[in-house]
Nanobody, 122 residues
Framework: QVQLVESGGGSVQAGGSLRLSCTAS??????IGWFRQAPGIEREGVAA????????YYADSVKDRFTISRDNAKNTVYLQMNSLKPEDTAIYYC?????????????????WGQGTQVTVSS
């Protein structure tokens, strides 16, 4: 049974930090991505990490503020979010993929977590 469990969301003031965790089990994935969706806005890819070599990718809106990392022994991927802004407010989802050959790191995900709310107040 495939499970993706997110944790670490919450409320923070602008400029603050949060760390999200995503623990995956039951699936031989090669990359984990973080996505977010705010009300009325299309879901967007935030960051992704390829588990084999640790390659990372980021959306321009979060570069230099967010860091994605992994602990393969724990099957856990982290998203460290610093210098948070009100526009980062959204439900954050992690997703797993075993596919390859996509032009975008934000495409081709098979399984999704339940999401965790991040709220940044000004």
């Amino acid at each position: 049974q495939v499970q993706l469990v997110e944790s670490g969301g919450g409320s923070v003031q602008a400029g603050g930090s949060l760390r999200l965790s995503c623990t995956a089990s039951g699936y031989a994935y090669n990359r984990i991505g973080w996505f977010r969706q705010a009300p009325g806005i299309e879901r967007e890819g935030v960051a992704a990490i390829y588990t084999r070599f640790g390659s990372t990718y980021y959306a321009d809106s979060v570069k230099d503020r967010f860091t994605i990392s992994r602990d393969n022994a724990k099957n856990t991927v982290y998203l460290q979010m610093n210098s948070l802004k009100p526009e980062d407010t959204a439900i954050y989802y992690c997703a797993a993929s075993s596919r390859s050959g996509y032009r975008s790191w934000a495409s081709g995900y098979d399984y999704w977590g339940q999401g965790t709310q991040v709220t940044v107040s000004s």
